[in-house]
């Protein structure tokens, strides 16, 4: 059985980083094809995918978001880590970590809502 | 980069079919995805590569695709089908990345 839950701050402060973890099980990250990655939602709005980080430790980021965006992952401790830099009020959001099949989610965390404000 | 477009809503009703559509350049040569969201709930896979259902999605949903749409067909739409749906496929251009579309409002009368 596969889970993946988000865990981190719920308010940070716009210029601040926010610094996300993904502690996943039921799969392992060394697998060949499975990835794991980022995705947020505003309220109300649609889905953003963020980073995605594969078994092999090839990382993909959105380009609009690129230069903020950090992923790493601790295989040993089944952790993905995202970090985002100079956060902004248009960045709040729910974001989820979810499990990726090669290209598609199969699997999502619960997601975890990140208000910027000061 | 590569966009995705889909119709803010469709509505349906009960017993009828929904067709949600997700326009992009050539979106026939990708294999494109689909979610089902529902309030406060993360998103659900109903469909992958273009067609193939996941265990446990009734048969009534159904994907396609070929030229410049997909399309996600619900038959036999029912009052729980109500939710959002996204499609999403993978760029593998220059960016390599994963698009989503805006998503689709899906209402049952």
Redesign the interface.
């Known amino acids: 059985q596969i889970t993946l839950k988000e865990s981190g701050p719920t308010l940070v402060k716009p210029t601040q980083t926010l610094t996300l973890t993904c502690t996943f099980s039921g799969f392992s990250l060394s697998t060949s094809g499975v990835g794991v990655?980022w995705?947020r939602q505003p309220p109300g709005k649609?889905?953003?995918?963020l980073a995605?980080i594969y078994w092999n430790d090839d990382k993909?980021?959105?380009?609009?978001l690129k230069s903020r965006l950090t992923i790493t992952k601790d295989t040993s401790k089944n952790q993905v880590v995202l970090t985002m830099t100079n956060m902004d009020p248009v960045d709040t959001a729910t974001y989820?970590c979810a499990h990726f099949q090669?290209?598609?989610?199969?699997y999502?965390?619960?997601?975890t809502l990140v208000t910027v404000s000061s | 980069?590569y966009v995705l477009t889909q119709p803010p809503s469709v509505s349906v009703a009960p017993g009828k079919t929904a067709r949600i559509t997700c326009g992009g350049n050539n979106i026939g040569s990708k294999?494109v995805?689909w979610?089902q969201?529902k309030p406060g709930q993360?998103?659900?896979?109903v469909i992958?590569?273009d067609s193939d259902r996941?265990s446990g999605i009734p048969e009534r949903f159904s994907g396609s695709n070929s030229g410049n749409t997909a399309t996600l067909t619900i038959s036999r739409v029912e009052a729980g089908d109500e939710a959002d749906y996204?499609c999403?496929?993978?760029d593998s251009s220059s960016?390599?990345?994963?698009?989503?579309?805006?998503?689709t409002k899906l209402t049952v009368l």
């Open positions: 990655g995705i649609a889905l953003e995918w995605l993909r980021y959105s380009p609009s989820y090669l290209e598609e989610v199969d999502w965390g619960q997601g | 980069s294999s995805h979610y969201q993360a998103p659900v896979l992958y590569y996941p996204y999403q496929v993978w960016d390599h990345s994963v698009v989503f579309g805006g998503g």
